[in-house]
């Protein structure tokens, strides 16, 4: 009896297999899975991440022995579909105990090759993805090298004269007369004439320098080149006298702003009247200009802090490049903001401010002038 029943159990599994259907059934479903377990998907975002073509490896997803038992699975399927066309014309019972044959063969094989075959685990595809990357940085790596070596190797074709010591004089001579001959043709001998006859002029030497500095130092100015640390000179020192002018101008600006606000100047000002009304209402001048001082330092402090920041960056790089005598001490905020206080002049900001109202009120009127004129032209041509 149980033999009976395993006999018609492994009829079923082996119909199974063997199905009618255009996809193979459930042997051809379990290929396919196989197949798309092995593949690698372009869309994957761990290949995208390896940026790297699928054209520069050589189906590296699958060995020959995964190929070999791919094919011959394939070749199972196929020889099983032509057995079922041409046991058509057969019986049913023929046919079924035939196709159990068949299928339970095909069965057997297809299985001990599809155990066989490992399946591709994420992990796997993360390992081969590391490879990969390693494999292409090492074959551009590679590349790379070549490429300089060829570039070196044309460097060298070029500058070959340069690279080839001279074993004799008869050499030296024969490269000496050759560069004379090309430097005549391109007309480098033309402003010989003038001085032809003449002494030469030579630079009298300086007794403070040494012979070597002295004659490096007039082929800098011939050649009109200026060392470093003088550009960075030129650059520091604008940049120091620029935020003086700055914080100057600012607390001068702040001062006449006051002087608006409360309309203690006007165009007939001066320093005197403005002096009076100012110690009117705050004691004396120079309380003034503190107070208004302070309150304006409270307020610059942060950007001035930034810029002097920078500035001593600059002084510092300039300083490692400059010789000993040259070099400029660091700025400090508390100093600067004390030139400012003892540079700062009322005088001079009571006459600008007179002078700006002096210009307002002439704009002013010239503008009323010019509205008249053309209300009269528009009356006298109606």
């Known amino acids: 009896m149980k033999s009976i029943t395993r006999i018609a159990v492994f009829k079923n599994s082996g119909l199974r297999f063997q199905s009618s259907n255009s996809n193979g059934g459930h042997l051809m479903r379990r290929l396919q899975d196989l197949k798309d377990q092995s593949t690698v998907d372009t ?30 699975v394939l070749e199972i399927i196929d020889a099983q579909k032509q057995a079922a066309k041409t046991n058509q014309g057969i019986s049913s019972l023929k046919r079924e105990e035939n196709g159990s044959d068949t299928a ?67 050499k030296l001579e024969s490269l000496a007369d050759r560069r004379i001959e090309e430097s005549m043709k391109q007309g480098g001998f033309k402003d010989l004439e003038k001085v032809r006859g003449k002494p030469t002029k030579l630079p ?52 006449a702003t006051f002087l ?8 007939s000002s001066d320093l005197k009247l403005v002096s009076s009304s100012i110690a009117s209402s705050y004691g004396s001048v120079e ?12 307020k610059q402090k942060p950007t001035v802090d930034t810029r002097i920041d920078v500035i001593n960056s600059a002084l510092r790089t300039y300083n490692l490049q400059a010789p ?17 206080r003892d540079e700062a002049n009322l005088r001079r ?16 009127k010239q503008n009323v002038e010019t509205t008249i004129l053309s209300f009269r032209g528009l009356f006298k041509f109606w």
């Open 43 to 72: 869309n994957d975002p761990l290949v995208k991440i390896t940026q790297l073509n699928e054209s520069d490896f050589v189906n590296d997803w699958a060995t020959e022995e995964d190929k070999l038992n791919a094919d011959k």
């Open 104 to 170: 339970s063969q095909a069965q057997r094989e297809a299985i001990q090759y599809i155990n066989k075959m490992p399946s591709i685990t994420f992990r796997e595809k993360l390992e081969t993805a590391q490879n990969r990357a390693i494999r292409y940085k090492l074959r551009q790596g590679k590349i790379n090298q070549a490429k300089d070596d060829n570039e070196q190797l044309h460097f060298k074709e070029l500058y070959g004269e340069r690279f080839t010591p001279i074993g004799s004089f008869e």
């Open 204 to 255: 009298k030497p300086n007794p403070y320098l040494s012979t070597t500095e002295h004659y490096l130092n007039n082929i800098l100015v011939k050649q009109n080149i200026v060392p470093p640390w003088i550009e960075n000179q030129s650059r520091v020192n604008q940049n120091v006298t620029e935020l003086r002018s700055d914080l100057l101008r600012g607390f001068e600006g702040e001062l």
């Open 260 to 267: 608006r606000k409360f309309k203690l100047v006007n165009a």
């Open 287 to 298: 309380e003034f200009i503190q107070y208004r001082f302070d309150n304006w330092k409270l």
């Open 324 to 340: 000993l005598p040259a070099q400029k001490l660091y700025l400090l905020p508390e100093k600067e903001f004390q030139r400012v």
């Open 349 to 364: 900001v009571v006459d600008e401010e007179v002078q700006n109202l002096k210009h307002r009120q002439y704009e002013a």
